[in-house]
């Protein structure tokens, strides 16, 4: 079983990453750090870890100076559970979940689980089922069921669920296959386009304009890790999409944030606008939706030569599931983690991760990616995309192994956070929530902007000084 450092030499080196700029990493801590039979906290500290090298190493791409940076183990699995950490005005997160939403029983034997924290997702698993949204109802309506076939109807209805695969039915799947033909994310050149220049500034990422399409975890943390790093991350959202309000403000530290209903015509000028003049695309839609408005890859390459753009899938770029919609839960059921998590802990049925890993994970992932292609851009020119999803993130934590007593670990007390917790304004009250884990000697890590509500401000860049 490989140590976290080791890890990050693999991933640092797929990246096409220096191997001399590792010698200027420090990872502290050791496993188990969180009650789980998977490396968890390991995943944690590698990611941030490798995000935070990438833009350790674009600072001394722009001055010449190099910098350490370390990362405590323990820091990142609190920062990989940011949200449950937030405090507004010294309250705590309202319920994370929708009175629906979780596992449930289906007439075969099997268990699904149900992601309905947006109401359209809630009204159309009731739709399917032809039932209230009362868990009552829904369960004896779920008994008529056979998992895979609720699974199949529900996602061809609007509905975003998922069937608890134990890891040799995921397996079996075409979609598994197809994900073992990918590396864990890809960083290709998408079109010719001279090296940009780095801008003036005093932080890794100074200057460097971010526009992010993205909501609930994932995206949104690798936004606020471009953002930590001095990144103008503008935040596009659309008033009639819906939020969890407590993510917003978790994930939106640093961000500027501005409507574009990208529905209309006025919305979709706006984002083009916008996207002439910025070095970083991140967004969460499936393949064909984004295609559909004019911001595929190659839309993107063309309106602004250059850019390095991120997507970000449930279940991968390639196979049968490429345009399904999902979330960490689900990803962790349909792959296998759950059925494995409940067979360590001597459970029948699914037992959760102790974090949502897949989300935040994926979401550091995805801000080294980012970083590394710009560095690219900078030595060669071109657009660059990087692809990301939850099922490859979790293919790789399974293949860092598991834990023997994992489970038997302690949960993280009150009291052992503090040390990472900061406060701050914002504009939604005083704020508690977690500094960013990798520790930069040179260029430390912080929020120049309070989190805002969305939509707070014009869809305008900052002038760079």
Same mark, same amino acid.
């Given at each position: 079983?490989?140590?976290?450092?080791?890890?990050?030499?693999?991933?640092?080196?797929?990246?096409?990453?220096?191997?001399?700029?590792?010698?200027?990493?420090? $990872?502290?801590?050791?496993?188990?750090?969180?009650?789980?039979?998977?490396?968890?906290?390991?995943?944690?500290?590698?990611?941030?870890?490798?995000?935070?090298?990438?833009?350790?190493? /674009?600072?001394? =791409?722009?001055?010449?100076?190099?910098?350490?940076?370390s990362v405590d183990m323990m820091h990142a699995a609190v920062e990989c559970r940011s949200e449950r950490y937030l405090r507004? &005005?010294?309250?705590?997160?309202?319920?994370?979940?929708? =009175?629906?939403?979780?596992?449930?029983?289906?007439?075969?034997?099997?268990? /699904?689980?149900?992601?309905?924290?947006?109401?359209?997702?809630?009204?159309?698993?009731?739709?399917?089922?032809?039932?209230?949204?009362?868990?009552?109802?829904?369960?004896?309506?779920?008994?008529?069921?056979?998992?895979?076939?609720?699974?199949? *109807? *529900?996602?061809? %209805?609007? %509905?975003?669920?998922?069937?608890?695969?134990?890891? &040799? +039915?995921?397996?079996?799947?075409?979609?598994?296959?197809?994900? +073992?033909?990918?590396?864990?994310?890809?960083?290709?050149?998408?079109?010719?386009?001279?090296?940009?220049?780095?801008?003036?500034?005093?932080?890794? $990422?100074?200057?460097?304009?971010?526009? #992010?399409?993205?909501?609930?975890?994932?995206?949104?943390?690798?936004?606020?890790?471009?953002?930590?790093?001095?990144? #103008?991350?503008?935040?596009?959202?659309?008033?009639?999409?819906?939020?969890?309000?407590?993510?917003?403000?978790?994930?939106?530290?640093?961000?500027?944030?501005?409507?574009? #209903?990208?529905?209309?015509?006025?919305?979709?000028?706006?984002?083009?606008a916008l996207l002439a003049e910025a070095d970083i695309f991140s967004q969460g839609y499936r393949p064909h939706a984004i295609?559909?408005?004019?911001?595929?890859?190659?839309?993107?390459?063309?309106?602004?030569?250059?850019?390095?753009?991120?997507?970000?899938?449930?279940?991968?770029?390639?196979?049968?599931?490429?345009?399904?919609?999902?979330?960490?839960?689900?990803?962790?059921?349909?792959?296998?983690?759950?059925?494995?998590? %409940?067979?360590? =802990?001597?459970?029948?049925?699914?037992?959760?991760?102790?974090?949502?890993?897949?989300?935040?994970?994926?979401?550091? $992932?995805?801000?080294?990616?980012?970083?590394?292609?710009?560095?690219?851009?900078?030595?060669?020119?071109?657009?660059?995309?990087?692809?990301?999803?939850?099922?490859?993130?979790?293919?790789? $934590?399974? &293949?860092?192994?598991?834990?023997?007593? %994992?489970?038997?670990?302690?949960?993280?007390?009150?009291?052992?956070?503090?040390?990472?917790?900061?406060?701050?304004?914002?504009?939604?009250?005083?704020?508690?929530?977690?500094?960013?884990?990798?520790?930069?000697?040179?260029?430390?890590?912080?929020?120049?902007?309070?989190?805002?509500?969305?939509?707070?401000?014009?869809?305008?860049?900052?002038?760079?000084?």
């Amino acid at each position: 079983m490989k140590i976290p450092q080791d890890i990050l030499t693999d991933l640092w080196t797929f990246a096409g990453g220096d191997p001399s700029a590792l010698d200027a990493v420090t $990872l502290t801590g050791k496993e188990p750090i969180l009650p789980s039979s998977f490396r968890v906290g390991a995943a944690a500290q590698v990611t941030i870890a490798a995000a935070g090298l990438a833009a350790a190493e /674009v600072w001394k =791409a722009r001055s010449g100076e190099g910098q350490a940076v370390s990362v405590d183990m323990m820091h990142a699995a609190v920062e990989c559970r940011s949200e449950r950490y937030l405090r507004v &005005d010294d309250k705590p997160p309202p319920p994370a979940w929708d =009175a629906i939403a979780g596992v449930y029983n289906t007439g075969d034997g099997r268990f /699904v689980r149900l992601h309905t924290n947006f109401p359209h997702h809630r009204d159309n698993i009731c739709k399917v089922l032809s039932c209230k949204p009362e868990r009552d109802d829904v369960q004896r309506a779920l008994m008529q069921w056979n998992g895979e076939a609720f699974e199949t *109807a *529900a996602y061809a %209805g609007g %509905g975003v669920v998922s069937m608890m695969r134990s890891h &040799d +039915e995921w397996m079996a799947t075409p979609q598994a296959q197809a994900l +073992e033909r990918l590396p864990l994310f890809t960083i290709e050149k998408i079109g010719e386009a001279a090296p940009r220049p780095w801008p003036k500034g005093d932080r890794p $990422l100074s200057g460097l304009r971010v526009l #992010d399409l993205s909501r609930v975890i994932a995206g949104p943390v690798a936004g606020r890790t471009w953002t930590a790093h001095g990144a #103008d991350v503008m935040l596009i959202s659309s008033p009639n999409l819906p939020s969890i309000p407590w993510l917003v403000i978790d994930t939106g530290r640093g961000k500027l944030s501005s409507f574009a #209903d990208l529905k209309t015509e006025t919305g979709r000028d706006t984002l083009r606008a916008l996207l002439a003049e910025a070095d970083i695309f991140s967004q969460g839609y499936r393949p064909h939706a984004i295609a559909a408005l004019g911001f595929s890859p190659q839309d993107a390459a063309r309106i602004s030569p250059g850019i390095v753009y991120v997507s970000l899938s449930a279940y991968g770029h390639a196979g049968p599931w490429a345009e399904r919609r999902g979330f960490d839960s689900l990803v962790q059921t349909s792959t296998g983690f759950n059925h494995a998590e %409940g067979q360590a =802990a001597g459970i029948a049925g699914p037992k959760e991760l102790p974090m949502q890993i897949l989300d935040h994970a994926t979401g550091y $992932l995805m801000a080294f990616g980012a970083m590394m292609a710009r560095l690219r851009q900078a030595r060669e020119g071109g657009s660059w995309h990087v692809q990301v999803s939850l099922a490859q993130t979790g293919r790789w $934590l399974r &293949d860092l192994g598991q834990l023997g007593e %994992g489970l038997a670990a302690s949960d993280i007390g009150a009291d052992a956070i503090l040390p990472f917790i900061q406060q701050s304004p914002s504009g939604f009250g005083a704020l508690q929530s977690v500094r960013h884990a990798a520790v930069m000697s040179a260029t430390p890590a912080c929020w120049d902007r309070p989190a805002v509500p969305l939509g707070s401000q014009q869809p305008l860049w900052p002038a760079n000084k």
